[in-house]
């Protein structure tokens, strides 16, 4: 294995956009040839990540059309990391500068757009790390060479970026200095075991920052269901709420929305068994119709029924949007504890149409 990686770093020194007999060679090692010698242990790599050997996934890339200046390959779940855009994984990196090739405990740090693939914000990226590296460090102390940071010397490529501030940790490779393929193995699957601390620890997550909202998967699969298609679970994205801690997030965020009013010196009823929003308040002669949301994410989206748009436009500028986002929900024991959250109000609240996202329509067909 070192000497292809000594190969292929030695090609980046001719990197090119279009596909040159060198860029031709590059694509070779990288999609074929170090994947191939990858294979060879992936009985190994399974039992160490903790997967079936049906869903480990080795590939590399090198560019579709134009050649990208970082190449890759990376070692995957096909559950948990179905494409190079989502979830997290082991990647090698090669250095535009052809000085050294990392392995990295890396992670998706693009997001389709519904036209694009565009760089996810850099907050959420480093709110990604900061949820990971907790999870590993006591295995990092094990093992030596470990880093926190990459360098990847990127001239012409954004991408790079990404996969700097992506890495949860990483181990270098020098040119000048490229162990042996035991070596390389080795590292492969000491690194495969933090991927699998990853993978657990997702599992049982209430929410991984960065992932989609748990409520709002629910509602996407739902709408997929009602009209005939196929529901297709989103990977990495923990586990869904069942309804004991649906209701527990609710009593927990209408509870604190409550104090928060009534520290305010509003008078607060409760109306959500009866009405499309959740609190009635009065304060002399005013007014609020309140709508709240709780939810284990940072809050940027939050699921709304057609009833409770309809009506909150009415209500409107009566009205208010409560969300308490952060909550913290805990599962070990029975029934299900949640604690914290951080409360958000708005008011007046106006629901603009561009803020809205269409999950599923109803068609009137005329029959």
Known sequence: MDVLF???????????????????????????????RIRAHVDELATTIGVPLSDLGVEGKDGTGLKTEIPWIRVF???????????????????ADGERVYLSLNQGTTVWTGMDFAPRQPAEIRARVAWARPLVE??????????????????????????EAGNVTAIEYRRDALP??????DDLLYMGNLLGELYKAGKTASY?????????????????????RRAVRARGQGIRLNAQERRALERHSVSMATDYFQAQG?????????ESYDLLLSRGDERLHVEVKGTTSRGEQV??????????????????????????????????TVSGGTLCCTSPWYVDETDLSVVSYVYRTGL
């Not at 006591?138 to 001239?155: H, N, P, S």
């Open 180 to 185: 042996g393929e035991s070596a390389f193995i």
């Open 77 to 95: 779940s096909r559950e948990e990391s179905p494409r190079a855009t989502t979830g997290w994984y082991l990647v090698y990196l090669f250095s």
């Open 6 to 36: 000594a190969e292929a770093l030695d090609l980046q020194l001719e990197w090119a956009a279009h596909n040159t007999p060198e860029m031709q060679r590059r694509g070779v090692l990288v999609r074929t040839e170090i994947p191939e």
């Open 138 to 163: 006591d295995l990092l102390a094990e093992w030596g060479g470990i880093q926190a940071d990459i360098k990847l010397a990127a001239r012409k490529t954004r991408l790079a970026e990404g996969y």
């Open 303 to 336: 699921v709304l029924t057609r009833a409770e748009v309809v009506r909150q436009r009415a209500l409107a500028p009566h009205n208010a949007l409560v969300v308490v986002h952060s909550i913290k929900l805990d599962r070990a024991g029975d029934p299900v």
């Open 266 to 274: 509003w008078s607060v009823k409760d109306v959500g068994a009866k």
């Open 208 to 228: 991984v920052p960065g992932d989609t909202p748990p409520e709002v998967i629910e509602v996407e699969e739902a709408a997929a269901r009602a009209a005939g």
